[in-house]
C-alpha cells in the first residue's frame, strides 16, 4: 500500500460547526505532515508529526487542532473557522530521517467556510 | 531560508509542442531533495521525480525529463511532445529537514500553469 488516504474529499461548515478531516498511511512512515493550499497558491505547511508527537507548529491558529492517535492516523479537528480557512487540507508522510522514500501526498479534502 | 523560485506563471503550448519549466532554488543545506509534483485540476499533488543534491545526473522517463544543475542551481522540466492531459499546475520544491525533528518540510515554488491547446 503506497497511499495516503484522506477522508473526507469536501466538507462544506458553518462557522460555528465542528469537524474532522482525517488522513491514514500504511507505509510505516513515522513522519506525518499537514498542509493548507489556497487557491492559485503552493501548499504551506501546518503541522508535523514525528514518531506520534507534535514536533512543528508553524504558528497555526487554535481553532486547528491535529491529533495523531496511532502511527498510521493523523486527524485534524476544525472548531469556529472563518471563510478565509476554506482551502485544500493535504496530508502527506514521510521516513523520519530519510525523505528519499518519501514524501507522498493524500488527495486532499477540499475545505468551505461558510 | 530556502526559498523555490519557478519564473513562468503560466504557459500555452499547441500539442505536440516540447515545453520546459524551470526551476531555480536557494539553500545552504549541502545535502537536500527536489521535487517535481503535478496538479491537475481535481487537485491531488502526483509526485513526479525526486533527485537529492548528490546525484546529478539527468533524468528521462518517457516524455518527461529532468535537467539537474548544481553549478546554476537549477532543477528543469521539459515535457517533450506535449498532450492534452499534460494539462496542470507543476510544482518543484526542495525538502529541508527540520533539525531535531527528524522529519522533513517541503518549500514550494509558485507553481507553473501549464496549458496544452489541442
Known amino acids: 500500500d503506497t497511499e495516503v488516504t484522506q477522508t473526507p474529499k469536501h466538507l462544506v461548515m458553518g462557522m460555528t460547526n465542528k469537524k474532522s478531516l482525517k488522513c491514514e498511511?500504511?507505509?510505516?512512515?513515522?513522519?506525518?505532515?499537514?498542509?493548507?493550499?489556497?487557491?492559485?497558491?503552493?501548499?504551506?505547511?501546518?503541522?508535523?508529526?514525528?514518531?506520534?508527537?507534535?514536533?512543528?507548529?508553524?504558528s497555526v491558529p487554535s481553532r486547528f487542532s491535529p491529533e495523531c492517535p496511532n502511527s498510521s492516523l493523523l486527524n485534524l479537528h476544525l472548531h469556529a473557522l472563518q471563510p478565509e480557512d476554506s482551502a485544500l487540507y493535504l496530508c502527506a508522510s514521510s521516513q523520519v530521517r530519510d525523505a528519499n522514500y518519501g514524501y507522498t501526498f493524500g488527495s486532499g479534502t477540499r475545505l468551505t467556510v461558510v | 531560508a530556502q526559498k523555490v523560485t519557478q519564473a513562468q506563471t503560466e504557459i500555452s503550448v499547441v500539442e505536440k509542442e516540447d515545453v520546459t519549466l524551470d526551476c531555480v532554488y536557494e539553500t545552504r543545506d549541502t545535502t537536500y531533495y527536489l521535487f517535481w509534483y503535478k496538479q491537475p485540476p481535481s487537485g491531488e499533488l502526483v509526485f513526479l521525480i525526486r533527485r537529492n543534491s548528490f546525484d546529478e545526473q539527468n533524468e528521462i522517463s518517457g516524455r518527461y525529463s529532468w535537467n539537474f544543475q548544481k553549478s546554476t542551481s537549477s532543477f528543469n522540466f521539459t515535457i517533450t511532445a506535449s498532450q492534452v492531459v499534460d494539462s496542470a499546475v507543476y510544482f518543484c520544491a526542495l525538502s529541508e529537514e527540520r533539525s531535531g525533528a527528524g522529519s522533513y518540510q517541503l518549500t514550494f515554488g509558485k507553481g507553473t500553469k501549464l496549458s496544452v491547446i489541442p
Do not use: C, D, T
Open chain 1, 25 to 58: 498511511q500504511h507505509m510505516g512512515h513515522r513522519a506525518m505532515y499537514w498542509y493548507k493550499q489556497k487557491a492559485k497558491k503552493p501548499p504551506e505547511l501546518m503541522f508535523v508529526y514525528s514518531y506520534e508527537k507534535l514536533s512543528i507548529n508553524e
